[in-house]
């Protein structure tokens, strides 16, 4: 299992960026797949969890209606969608999967068993 994650970069705040995770050795079908953060000297975050068996989505509210997760089955990659970005929202961002959940609740709360190895998201002026 491997998912590699492409797209961070630096942006201005109120810029946008677009997140890639090519997800390879299982398909978008059934395990849930989502986005976590991590910013420097803080705890990694869930920002968006995807139930791919029934597209229901979560975000947590700092990211709700800014973020916008979705998957392509046909190309087994998993976007995220990020807009009017903030300073807040510099980190490391990572792609994850949990292969024994098809719940994207479950993913967010209770965790990953398969983390790609991030992309990093810096934004400032």
């Known amino acids: 299992v491997q998912l590699q994650a492409s797209g961070g970069g630096l942006v201005q705040p109120g810029g946008s960026l677009r997140l890639s995770c090519l997800a390879s050795?299982?398909?978008?079908?059934?395990?849930?797949v989502g986005w976590f953060r991590q910013a420097p000297g803080k705890e990694r975050e869930w920002v968006s969890c995807?139930?791919?068996?029934?597209?229901?989505?979560h975000y947590p509210d700092f990211v709700k209606g800014r973020f916008t997760i979705s998957s392509d089955k046909a190309t087994s990659t998993v976007y995220l969608e990020m807009n009017d970005l903030t300073p807040e929202d510099t980190g490391k961002y990572y792609c994850?999967?949990?292969?024994?959940?098809?719940?994207?609740?479950?993913?967010?709360?209770?965790?990953?068993?398969?983390w790609g190895q991030g992309t990093q998201v810096t934004v400032s002026s």
């Open positions: 995807l139930s791919t068996n029934n597209d229901i989505v």
């Open positions: 994850a999967t949990n292969l024994g959940h098809s719940s994207g609740y479950a993913l967010c709360y209770s965790g990953p068993t398969n």
């Open positions: 050795g299982f398909t978008l079908d059934r395990p849930a």
